[in-house]
């Protein structure tokens, strides 16, 4: 797999057309390995997910498959239509994505709010009904607009969705990206940018979605960024620094202590894997990745 593919184009790849398939023989390697492989079970004080994205060469039925056999809980960043898929796994999507514009185009502009706000009231009943806690939304790019304005115009926007998340007890997230590296210019790039936001809205049914591959580029200071925002996050992402592959002694950051502070906050909520693998068994490298979290 490209280790350089970005979920925007992989999420381009989901709504017109796939990458290209692995031969069912590899295939079938790989989901025998998923099975196979040893290793403790999980201990149950973190909710695994992974991020579908990242393993768009296996089918979806497949790939639900093998995370349950792996012992995880959600698969995510899917939409509505993917939950009867889902359902026949005994897995729930613990971030439901769809939301119109997604990351360049989101809420800092108020001309894109009456699609979005749509989005949300059609989207939001569907995801409470199949027991799903989040969906994500997104600030959109800077285009030369002041950080305090696109506050601003975020907080309109989501003063309208907010009443019926709140509801139907449903969350609404903005991802935490970096603008250094993969997503240049995109507005909502640091944890008080973001926590600003979620003061201003004043509603619990709007949090952060922690990336913590993306702040470790912007901000690093991690554990204790965590341990003093934890109030205002719903949500994390993982992925290994530099290049978003494995979260292993290949890369810098030391995820089992980064897991420790997230549970010493009393976070209840899921932790999905949104590394990109590099290793040929791309299930092999998930599983590896949950039990790493798993501390």
């Not at 907010?162 to 935490?176: D, F, G, N």
């Amino acid at each position: 797999m490209n280790p350089n593919l970005s979920r925007r184009s992989a999420l381009r790849n989901i709504t017109g057309g796939s990458l290209a398939l692995a031969t069912a023989t590899s295939l079938g390697r790989r989901l025998a390995a998923a099975e196979t492989i040893s290793g403790p079970k999980l201990k149950g004080r973190i909710n695994h997910s992974v991020c579908k994205w990242c393993y768009n060469q296996v089918p979806l039925d497949d790939f639900c498959r093998a995370a349950k056999d792996i012992g995880l809980q959600s698969v995510e960043l899917l939409e509505v239509k993917d939950f009867p898929t889902l359902k026949k796994y005994g897995l729930t999507c613990a971030m439901v994505t769809g939301v119109p514009g997604m990351i360049t185009s989101g809420l800092n502009r108020v001309e894109n709010h009456d699609e979005i706000v749509k989005f949300f009231e059609e989207t939001i009943p569907a995801v409470a009904n199949f027991g799903s806690p989040n969906v994500i939304c997104f600030s959109g790019n800077r285009a030369g607009m002041e950080d305090e304005k696109g506050l601003e115009n975020c907080a309109i926007g989501l003063k309208r969705i907010v009443p019926l998340a709140e509801k139907h007890k449903v969350t609404v997230c903005m991802e935490l990206l970096n603008s250094k590296r993969s997503h240049r210019d995109y507005m909502c790039d640091h944890t008080a940018w973001g926590v600003e936001l979620v003061k201003r809205v004043g509603s619990e049914r709007f949090k952060l979605l922690y990336d913590i591959f993306h702040m470790q580029i912007m901000e690093g200071d991690m554990c204790d960024t965590i341990r003093e925002n934890h109030q205002y996050i719903a949500h994390y992402h993982t992925g290994g620094v530099p290049g978003r592959g494995e979260i292993d002694d290949t890369q810098e950051i030391h995820y089992p202590a980064v897991m420790k502070a997230i549970l010493e906050t009393g976070f209840k909520g899921f932790v999905a894997q949104e590394f990109v693998p590099k290793r040929a068994d791309v299930l092999a490298s998930l599983k590896q990745g949950v039990q790493i979290c798993d501390v």
